[in-house]
């Protein structure tokens, strides 16, 4: 079975600093990885995906993920924070080397809400 | 082009009543998927359905129900409704399922 721990619940940054927001996973296969992204209201838009392709995934907004298979983290950091990035962010597992989840469906971390500072 | 569409946007129900939320995909995307989100939590995996048959479920009671009709819109159906049930439920679309999932905007369900 897959799990995904995200390690912050809350990441407050000041606009223009960087983003990390730090997720390890668990899975008994290869997995794919995925971040996505809940602004208030909206949908879940997807960040980036990783799909046993480059280990360093460049996604939109300026975001980038590393896949580290010997710490099974999968961190999400941006250079500079900007105000539009306020949000909840998912970090995001799935079994099969596609991107739908397959058969068990995606499953989701709890979330970690980023604030920004002015 | 068009999003995912989920109707209605929120409502109220009972305990014990029945509800049945609505999704359309997105054109030409056969494969739907539902999740229900907990105030606090991540999306949580109740459906998947592909061509018209179910091709996955999480662990929710046989109380969750869902169907997918011939133009792939879906429904999904919650009986007996308990206080635990209100959430956000989504709805996600993909070409099949294993292919990149795209969110609807959620139905957001209250039971009182």
């Known amino acids: 079975a897959q799990s995904v721990t995200q390690l912050d619940s809350h990441v407050s940054v000041s606009e223009g600093t960087p983003v990390l927001l730090r997720c390890n996973y668990s899975s008994s296969y290869s997995p794919s990885l995925f971040w996505y992204v809940q602004h208030p209201n909206k949908g879940l838009q997807l960040l980036l995906k990783?799909?046993?392709?480059?280990?360093l995934v460049k996604g939109i907004n300026g975001f980038e993920a590393e896949f580290k298979k010997s710490e099974t983290s999968f961190h999400l950091t941006k250079p500079s924070a900007h105000m539009s990035d306020a949000a909840e962010y998912f970090c995001?597992?799935?079994?099969?080397?596609?991107?739908?989840?397959?058969?068990?469906?995606?499953?989701f971390g709890k979330g970690t809400h980023l604030i920004i500072q002015p | 082009d068009a999003g995912v569409t989920q109707s209605p946007t929120h409502l109220i129900k009972t305990r014990g009543q029945h509800v049945t939320l609505r999704c359309s995909p997105i054109s030409g995307h056969k494969s739907v998927s539902w999740y229900q989100q907990v105030l606090g939590q991540g999306p949580q995996f109740i459906f998947q359905y592909y061509e018209k048959e179910e091709r996955g479920r999480g662990n929710f009671p046989d109380r969750f129900s869902a169907r997918q009709f011939p133009n792939y819109s879906s429904e999904l159906n919650v009986n007996a409704l308990l206080l635990g049930d209100s959430a956000l439920y989504l709805c996600?679309?993909?070409?099949?399922?294993?292919?990149?999932?795209?969110f609807g905007p959620g139905t957001r369900l209250t039971v009182t």
């Open positions: 990783y799909t046993s392709a480059a280990t």
């Open positions: 995001v597992v799935s079994e099969d080397s596609y991107s739908g989840g397959g058969a068990d469906g995606l499953t």
């Open positions: 996600a679309s993909s070409l099949a399922p294993t292919y990149e999932q795209y």
